[in-house]
C-alpha cells in the first residue's frame, strides 16, 4: 500500500530530446507527489511537485503529468540538456508526513 | 539560509564495529529524518523525529540501530554493531513541522558508510 513504483531505471536521451520518468502508486490517500534530483555525492533536491487535484503541472522545461484514475503520475523534461544528467526519485506523502520514494531513474543526457 | 550539515562524508568501518553519524538540520526545523539510501534504491526512512521526540522509527533496525535528538536540534545516529548489508548513503532531512513534508524538506549531502 505505501509502495511507489517507478520506471525506467536509467534513461538515455539525446541533448535536446525528451525524458519521460513514470511511477505509479498504490495508496489512493496519498496527496502529495513531488519529483527529487540527485547528483552524486549530493542529497536529493526538491525538483517539482503536484497535487492530485491537478492534471498537470509546468515549472520551466519540466513537466509533471498526473492521473489519478489510473493512480500514476510522470515527469517530463523538455529539451533535455546534460547538465539534466543525474538521477531523479518520485516520491508520495500522506498528509505532509514522511515520504514514500520510487527506486529512481538514472537519466544521461548525451552531448 | 544555511542547509542541513551532515558528518562525516565518508566512513569506512569493519563488520562488527560500531559507527555514529551526525546531522545539523536547518535552524528552527522542528522536524528531522534519517533515510537509508542504499546504492540504486531510493531513501527508505529510518527514523522521525519532531522536535526531541520520535514520531516513527517503525523500520529502524533497533537491535543494531539508535538515534537521538537531545535538546531537539542536532542528531546523532548510531550503528552497534554494523553489518556488510549496512553499506549505504545515510541521509539526514529537516522540515519546519510535523505534517511539513510538503513543504522545505530538505536533505542533507549524507555520509557515505562502506562495512568491509
Known amino acids: 500500500q505505501q509502495q511507489v513504483k517507478q520506471s525506467p531505471q536509467s534513461l538515455i536521451v539525446q541533448k535536446g530530446g525528451i525524458s519521460i520518468i513514470n511511477c505509479a502508486y498504490e495508496n489512493t490517500a496519498f496527496d502529495y507527489f513531488p519529483w527529487y534530483q540527485q547528483f552524486p555525492g549530493k542529497g536529493p533536491a526538491l525538483l517539482i511537485a503536484i497535487r492530485p487535484d491537478v492534471s498537470e503541472k509546468k515549472e520551466g522545461r519540466f513537466t509533471i503529468s498526473f492521473n489519478k484514475s489510473a493512480k500514476q503520475f510522470s515527469l517530463h523534461i523538455m529539451d533535455s540538456q546534460p547538465g539534466d544528467s543525474a538521477t531523479y526519485f518520485c516520491?508520495?506523502?500522506?498528509?505532509?508526513?514522511?515520504?514514500?520514494f520510487g527506486s529512481g531513474t538514472q537519466l544521461t543526457v548525451l552531448p | 539560509e544555511a542547509g542541513v550539515a551532515q558528518s562525516p562524508r565518508y566512513k569506512i568501518i569493519e563488520k562488527r564495529q560500531s559507527v555514529a553519524f551526525w546531522c545539523n538540520p536547518i535552524s528552527g526545523h522542528a522536524t528531522l529524518y534519517w533515510y537509508q539510501q542504499i546504492l540504486g534504491q531510493g531513501p527508505k526512512l529510518l527514523i522521525q523525529?519532531?522536535?526531541?521526540?520520535?514520531?516513527?522509527d517503525s523500520q529502524l533496525p533497533k537491535d543494531r540501530f539508535s538515534a537521538e535528538r537531545l535538546k531537539g536540534v542536532d542528531s546523532t545516529l548510531k550503528i552497534q554493531p554494523a553489518k556488510l548489508e549496512d553499506s549505504a548513503v545515510y541521509l539526514c532531512a529537516s522540515s519546519p513541522l510535523h505534517g511539513t513534508a510538503n513543504y522545505g524538506y530538505t536533505f542533507g549531502s549524507g555520509t557515505r558508510l562502506t562495512v568491509v
Open positions: 516520491a508520495a506523502s500522506l498528509a505532509g508526513l514522511q515520504l514514500t
Open positions: 523525529f519532531q522536535n526531541n521526540g520520535v514520531v516513527d
